[in-house]
């Protein structure tokens, strides 16, 4: 925001050069930098435009950094003089109307009669051009200068031509459905009901906080204003100014929260300078606040301020910085903030003022007084890195997509349990919902690069969001797919899936087979992986040539072994029978070889397939023959045992499968 320096050293004469404001600011308070000619460029933070937005403000800023008084004297015949609450009349000249009081918390407006137009004084013309504002006429000029002197925006009307039954009429409320306002430098805007207007009975005069209109602007030949000083809703006049596109100096004050005690400070300036330079004569004045500004009173601690700041300032010391502030002592530790003041709202903000007074610059650097602790590994990081590191090796590209969906995307069907969440204020359809699942993009992924690859291998981390209807959920997912133009990679996708959990640390890992009806994503011969009674995910086919997974890498992370373990070697040595058997062609292998091994879970300890063999002779039929390896921990297996138990599989495998033994 630009800054008249030349207005600035009449607040505060003993300030020295441009260079030693923007020091003293940069040091003390907001980021300055020297623009050319007499402009201060300073950078207000959000929550001090109510007093900083001004000149005064600065001014006390750096009054408070010399420790100098503030200069409120008159100043080219127009004296700052600070507010004080007044008893309100209706005015009998014209009538005020504030429908929307949430919008518009405070509203006041003066006559004045008896107003010549002119140009106003060079020097006025001068501070408005360091400021970066153009002089247009006296009047115009201070509704401006009052703004950049007090952080107060200021309208003027041309009484004689607002309309009004027995007299001229404001009203303050929100703009009609379709209506339109053409501005002073004639842009036409079309208005919602979102918006507030001021307007008269006929017509809106102005976009509230943002722009005056056509209609009433002040001319050569006015001679009766109407000044308005208002507060409004910040968030509503930002929102305006965004969907109008529209920013102006006024709407850059109002949407971050001035106080509404600068209405009466802006209205009394306005006064004087238009009594000086236009030779006005005021009138009657309206003001809808209906109770005074309850005061903000706070206790300040100094000791749980040093406390806090790691400093030893007395009491004394404390006082004197907040005192060149504006602060108030009224009793003992009881502190009145300036009412400009917004941003100060606890014994944390009495500190901050305190310390920026002295100077953040002096304070020592102390070794923190905290116990220094191990940083405790995040398993999760390091399984997302570790993937990574070996789908790369398996020549697997990895993919980042946007974790909006559309509609579109979750009618292909679901992965997971509980729905997706949609969206309050989605940008397009295309971007409805949060993702479900990251299966959606990636095979889109794979189909666009089908116009380029005649191979595509991809995988994609990120996280995934559901709604179980109790409870929204996020979860982190891996998601890998492999596509080609010719042929099938459904078991080389297992085989890398396989590899990838003994990596991670997973040994007790099952796949068996999707019912077509569990989840609709996928096609028909799809396998869910599971870890125990845990489901860690699927595995299946988008379409004939594009095999795809995805898996929940928390409850990998969860079910993986922490540290490798070493187990001695076995004492007792392992046993070996093979049984050959038809099977229908129609019947899994590995569900064979699962159910062989739960047969005896203590005695056998791997089932291999040695032999698969098929041919027309065998009709529907297919032969295999398994290897059942069957070991003790405690003594040495029989061969009666052996056969006692090969005796059990052999009629589990008839009785559960209807093979043939052989």
């Known amino acids: ?59 006390r800023e750096l009054s408070a950094a010399l420790d100098v008084p503030l200069a409120l004297r008159n100043f080219k015949n127009l004296p700052f003089i600070e507010w004080k609450e007044k008893a309100k009349k209706a005015p009998k000249k014209f009538s005020i109307t504030v429908e929307d009081e949430t919008l518009c918390p405070r509203y006041s407006a003066q006559y004045f009669e008896r107003v010549t137009i002119g140009p106003s004084p ?54 009609k459905k379709g209506e339109h306002i053409t501005s002073i430098d004639g842009v036409k805007y079309s208005l919602t009901p979102e918006m507030l207007v001021i307007a008269d009975p006929e017509k809106p005069l102005a976009i509230a906080g943002i722009k005056g209109g056509t209609g009433c602007e002040v001319t050569e030949s006015t001679t009766r204003i109407l000044v308005e000083a208002a507060n409004f809703d910040g968030v509503s006049i930002m929102k305006a100014s965004r969907k109008l596109g529209l920013t102006t100096d ?90 400009e003041r917004t941003d100060i709202e606890t014994n944390e903000d009495l500190s901050e003022e305190v310390i920026r007074m002295y100077g953040i610059g002096k304070l020592k650097a102390v070794a923190p007084r905290v116990p220094l602790m191990a940083p405790v590994a995040n398993n999760l990081i390091t399984t997302k890195t570790l993937v990574r590191s070996m789908l790369r090796g398996f020549g697997i590209d990895e993919v980042y997509n946007h974790t909006f969906i559309s509609k579109d995307d979750i009618s292909r069907g679901e992965l997971w349990t509980g729905s997706a969440i949609a969206l309050e204020n989605p940008v397009s359809a295309e971007y409805e919902y949060l993702r479900a699942a990251l299966a959606y993009s990636v095979v889109k992924n794979v189909d666009e690069n089908f116009k380029y690859y005649d191979t595509v291998r991809i995988f994609e981390i990120g996280n995934v969001f559901r709604n179980d209807g109790k409870h929204l959920h996020e979860r982190t997912h891996l998601c890998i797919a492999l596509g080609t133009k010719g042929n099938e990679t459904f078991f080389e996708l297992k085989g890398i899936i396989i590899r990838m959990l003994e990596g991670l640390g997973l040994a007790d890992v099952s796949m068996r087979e999707l019912a077509a009806t569990d989840k609709s994503f996928f096609m028909e011969n799809s396998l869910e992986v599971k870890s125990g009674d845990t489901l ?89 023959t398994l290897r059942v390896v069957f070991q003790a921990k405690d003594r040495t297996l029989t061969s009666d045992e052996v056969d006692k138990e090969m005796k059990r599989v052999r009629e589990m495998l008839t009785a559960q499968f209807k093979a043939q033994t052989r």
């Open 122 to 175: 060079k020097w006025l013309q001068a501070v408005l051009t360091e400021c970066g504002l153009r002089p247009i006429n006296n009047v115009v000029d201070i509704m401006n200068y009052v703004m950049i002197e007090t952080g107060q925006p200021l309208h003027a009307f041309d009484f004689d031509k607002l309309s009004g039954k027995r007299k001229p009429e404001i009203i303050v409320r929100r703009a």
């Open 250 to 339: 006024a709407s850059q004050r109002f949407s971050h929260d001035i106080s509404v005690s600068l209405t009466e400070a802006g209205l009394n300036r306005a006064a004087q300078a238009l009594q000086s330079l236009a030779g006005a004569l005021p009138g009657e004045r309206f003001d809808s606040l209906a109770k005074p500004i309850p005061k903000k009173v706070l206790a300040f601690d100094v000791e749980a301020c040093n406390k806090l700041l790691g400093t030893s300032f007395s009491e004394k010391e404390a006082a004197g910085y907040l005192r060149r502030l504006g602060f108030k002592n009224l009793k003992k530790n009881m502190w009145e903030a300036p009412q």
């Open 1 to 59: 925001m630009k800054f008249s320096y030349t207005l600035l050293k009449q607040f505060v004469p003993k300030l020295g050069s441009k260079a030693q404001a923007t020091d003293l600011l940069s040091a003390y308070s907001f980021e300055a930098e020297e623009a050319q000619g007499g402009t201060i460029e300073i950078k207000i933070p959000a929550n001090r435009y109510s007093d900083a937005s001004s000149h005064a403000g600065i001014a």
């Open 536 to 624: 860690l995910g699927y595995l299946g086919f988008s379409r004939k040539n594009v095999s795809i997974a995805e898996l929940d890498l928390e409850a990998i992370v969860k079910h993986a072994e922490g540290d490798r373990e070493y187990e001695p070697l076995q004492k007792y040595p392992e046993v070996m029978r093979d049984v050959s058997m038809f099977i229908s062609l129609d019947t899994r292998i590995g569900e064979i070889m699962q159910a062989v091994e739960e047969a005896n879970e203590k005695l056998i300890v791997d089932v291999d397939l040695v032999d698969e063999y098929a041919d027309d002779a065998f009709s529907d039929k297919q032969s295999i």
